[in-house]
């Protein structure tokens, strides 16, 4: 396995443990009757800015809980994995940047659900895999685009339809836009590729490199001696006898007949 991703009890227990929080929520809203919808965003109002924290773990029922816990738990699993280091920042300021976009840009309504964090998280892990482009990322990226590449037409806006549960296109492209504009904040030097020079390879050897031929025991550059050229004899002679026969140049052409 690579050195820079390793396998720890966090990579399973966190994202564990979101989804958890997100069901034991649910779970507190149907055993007391609580109404926790009015805690999600509602873009545009004062009250409505508690449900950028508070959005991410409001379901309206548990279909909607479902189908959002599986995509968290996934992409949380590989942001763990693969980017340990800033994995809690882009789930922290994920969750507060997209939020913050849909109370900005959303519709008159109650905006909850975990869905803006799953944007983010699907948004960072492609962008990230192709600006490293370090193998195993970019085939993360292009594994992650085959599976929720679908999610892209939810970002933009769909008609209403009367009697089905209206999707906040707003959180999606909030959640879109906040896990791109976290790949140019958190940059991962350590999967840049170092590029070494010859010399730098414990194989090296000096004597044969022709650079390094070109200075004495001194550190003074000399010049490599020239190879002398084989001699050759000036002339050939043979102890045979040769003949030469002279013969006359004519065309060979049949003459016309007359």
């Known amino acids: 396995m690579d050195k820079h991703f390793k396998f720890t009890n966090l990579v399973i227990g966190l994202p564990l443990f979101f989804v958890v929080v997100l069901w034991f929520v649910f779970w507190l809203e149907i055993r007391f009757d609580f109404d926790f919808v009015q ?9 409505g800015l508690q449900g950028i924290l508070f959005s991410p773990f409001i379901h309206s029922d548990i ?3 479902y189908n959002n816990s599986i995509p968290v738990l996934v992409l949380l699993v590989a942001l763990q994995f693969f980017y340990a280091k800033q994995s809690l920042a882009v789930v922290g300021y994920g969750i507060l940047l997209s939020g913050f976009i849909t109370w900005i840009i959303g519709r008159e309504n109650y905006h909850i659900g975990a869905s803006g964090l799953i944007y983010v998280l ?3 892990i492609f962008f990230k895999g192709i600006q490293t482009k370090y193998n195993r990322l970019i085939a993360l990226s292009l594994a992650v685009i085959v599976v929720y590449g679908g999610l892209v037409w939810y970002v933009f806006p769909s008609p209403e339809i009367p009697g089905n549960k209206s999707i906040s296109w707003e959180g999606h492209l909030g959640g879109l836009l906040s896990g791109f504009l976290l790949t140019l904040v958190y940059k991962t030097p350590e999967y840049k590729k170092v590029h070494k020079y010859d010399w730098e390879h414990p194989d090296y050897d000096p004597l044969a490199d022709k650079f390094m031929q070109r200075f004495d025991a001194n550190g003074n550059f000399v010049n490599l001696p020239r190879d002398e050229p084989e001699e050759f004899a000036s002339f050939y002679w043979c102890s045979l006898p040769i003949c030469y026969t002279v013969v006359a140049h004519k065309k060979n052409e ?3 007949e007359s």
């Open 39 to 47: 805690n999600g965003i509602y873009p545009r109002t004062f009250s």
């Open 63 to 65: 279909e909607h809980l």
């Open 122 to 124: 699907f948004s960072f």
């Open 254 to 256: 049949s003459k016309r």
